[in-house]
């Protein structure tokens, strides 16, 4: 069965501090990786995809990847209680287009 | 502007009725989706299709049914409603031959079964 794991949280940090998320996948050929947020009652909206190992910045938002320890991570700068809401890491299924979605990590953001 | 849409958004519905949830993307993508979600849980794919004419089961069992007759229209019908049938439906799209394979969301129709 393969899965992607996410710590549930929730994780509080105080405003302007920098946010870390984690997830972790099974499958080791995997090679597509997401992050959605997800506020409450609404739907996914996709923050940042990332295939290749290492950095990929976006504005305040910095996805990594390390296919070897098979995690991918999400770090908020500055982060902002606007940012607060939930999380979700998705993997992208090998050789098939379907998504494997974390449970997701709840983050709060305090003024 | 491209986008995604789904109908009703929100709907409260007896039991044993026929409901039909809508999906419309005017994102120019040929692959489609539709999850199912229950408030703070994981989202689960119960259909999928890479085309017109093209439908598959996802790996959540559902008894719902769906059709591809027009590339961006992607209708999801139950025949007869249960109260298990309460949720949130969310109708995603994605496009392209390759990398990153992004999928983007509708904004879902919350289901309420009594």
């Known amino acids: 069965q393969k899965e992607v794991e996410q710590n549930s949280g929730p994780l509080s940090v105080p405003e302007g501090a920098i946010a870390s998320l984690n997830c972790t996948y099974s499958d080791r050929v995997s090679q597509s990786f997401f992050w959605y947020r997800q506020y409450s009652g609404k739907s996914p909206e996709l923050i940042m995809s990332i295939y290749s190992n290492g950095d990929k910045e976006d504005g305040r938002f910095t996805a990594q990847l390390n296919k070897a320890s098979q995690y991918v991570s999400l770090l908020i700068r500055d982060s902002q209680p606007s940012d607060s809401a939930t999380y979700l890491c998705?993997?992208?299924?090998?050789?098939?287009?379907?998504?494997?979605f974390g449970t997701g990590t709840r983050l709060q953001v305090f003024p | 502007e491209a986008d995604i849409y789904q109908t009703p958004r929100y709907l409260v519905i007896g039991t044993g009725k026929k409901i039909t949830l809508e999906c419309s993307q005017t994102?120019?993508?040929?692959?489609m989706y539709w999850y199912q979600q229950d408030p703070g849980m994981e989202l689960h794919l119960i259909h999928y299709s890479y085309g017109v004419n093209s439908t598959e089961k996802g790996d959540l069992s559902s008894e719902s049914t769906v059709s591809r007759i027009r590339t961006e229209h992607f209708p999801l019908t139950l025949e007869s409603a249960r109260p298990s049938h309460t949720s949130q439906y969310l109708c995603?799209?994605?496009?392209?031959?390759?990398?990153?394979?992004?999928?983007?969301f509708g904004p879902g129709t919350r289901l309420t079964v009594t």
């Open positions: 995603a799209s994605s496009g392209g031959t390759g990398p990153p394979y992004e999928q983007y």
């Open positions: 994102m120019g993508h040929d692959k």
């Open positions: 998705a993997v992208k299924e090998y050789n098939t287009d379907k998504l494997i």
